[in-house]
T-cell receptor, first 117, second 112 residues
Framework: EPEVTQTPSHQVTQMGQEVILRCVPI?????FYWYRQILGQKVEFLVS????????KSEIFDDQFSVERPDGSNFTLKIRSTKLEDSAMYFC???????????????FGAGSRLTVL | SQKIEQNSEALNIQEGKTATLTCNYT??????LQWYRQDPGRGPVFLLL?????KEKRKERLKVTFDTTLKQSLFHITASQPADSATYLC???????????FGKGTMLLVSP
């Protein structure tokens, strides 16, 4: 079964450092997402990406964050100048079709746990 | 924005019983609603999608209902097993249908 692959599984960084979280979505999917989950809290939407541009972003996704699809397979989330409150599990997800059609069933990766010290 | 409410208290049931989880939403009624399962430290896994014109949807031991008048979905697991123990998340599209918003989820614990 096709899956979404995320690396690293766990990253520890110092406050103020930059981190890049990587994702390989399912190959024939067209829509890509980043979500995060702070320990004990709900899965929160960060950003969606379609046709090589951001289609929607939440208020969490400020200038500290950026996303990129540098080639045909990878989808990255960059967090600049990390803060303690950025510590969370970050999930990448992809979906095959347009959300309006109901075809945006999301396939999630296993997540990247970010710990900011 | 849409507010999704799921019972934050864990649901404890005995093996073999039917578990019923509730998802209420407060704003517009979406064209569809989804349920996901999340195990500790893992990403959510899609279970079922139900559309607004479907009253009920089944998949093996799972059943979902969608009542747009009550603004509520019920998620049932029949003949529950300890392996069903997990957190179950309700998810709705936002008003622009550009993404999914998740509820906080309800933890289900099935004891042998």
């Amino acid at each position: 079964e096709p899956e979404v692959t995320q690396t690293p599984s766990h990253q520890v960084t110092q406050m103020g450092q930059e981190v890049i979280l990587r994702c390989v979505p399912i190959s024939n999917h067209l829509y890509f997402y980043w979500y995060r989950q702070i320990l004990g809290q709900k899965v929160e939407f960060l950003v969606s990406f379609y046709n090589n541009e951001i289609s929607e972003k939440s208020e969490i996704f400020d200038d500290q964050f950026s996303v990129e699809r540098p080639d045909g397979s990878n989808f990255t989330l960059k967090i600049r100048s990390t803060k303690l409150e950025d510590s969370a599990m970050y999930f990448c997800a992809s979906s095959p079709g347009h959300p309006l059609s109901g075809a945006n069933v999301l396939t999630f990766g296993a997540g990247s746990r970010l710990t900011v010290l | 924005s849409q507010k999704i409410e799921q019972n934050s208290e864990a649901l404890n049931i005995q093996e073999g019983k039917t578990a019923t989880l509730t998802c209420n939403y407060t704003n517009y009624s979406p064209a569809y609603l989804q349920w996901y399962r999340q195990d500790p430290g893992r990403g959510p896994v899609f279970l079922l999608l139900i559309r607004e014109n479907e009253k009920e949807k089944r998949k093996e031991r799972l059943k979902v209902t969608f009542d747009t008048t009550l603004k509520q979905s019920l998620f049932h697991i029949t003949a529950s097993q300890p392996a069903d123990s997990a957190t179950y998340l309700c998810a709705l599209p936002n008003s622009g249908y550009s993404t999914l918003t998740f509820g906080k989820g309800t933890m289900l614990l099935v004891s042998p």
